[in-house]
């Protein structure tokens, strides 16, 4: 294989892993009981999905700046989350 292809296998696996990470770490919140909340994760996740196919087309050299994009959507989901728990906690 040639550097360039290996390169790109090894991106492509990693694309792959991180997707399935951010999946697997995301709980999804209850558009019925916080359908702002949902809405605003919906927007985040498809935010990642739109990071992740500029990364995996290779458009730009980004200094590592989607990654860190994806890392501070990742944060945000968990944010949102805990904001959720905190309603649901409050509203007893």
């Known amino acids: 294989m040639t550097r360039k292809a290996l390169s790109g296998t090894m991106l492509a696996i990693a694309l792959m892993l991180g997707s399935l990470g951010y999946a697997q770490m995301k709980q ?20 990642f999905q739109k990071l992740q196919a500029a990364q995996s087309a290779n458009e730009f050299d980004m200094d590592g700046h989607a990654a860190k994009a994806k890392d501070l959507l990742e944060e945000a989901n968990r944010e949102l989350k805990q904001a959720a728990v905190a309603a649901n906690r409050n509203h007893k």
């Open 28 to 47: 999804n919140i209850n558009p019925h009981s916080h359908p702002n909340l949902a809405a605003a994760q919906r927007l985040c996740d498809q935010a």
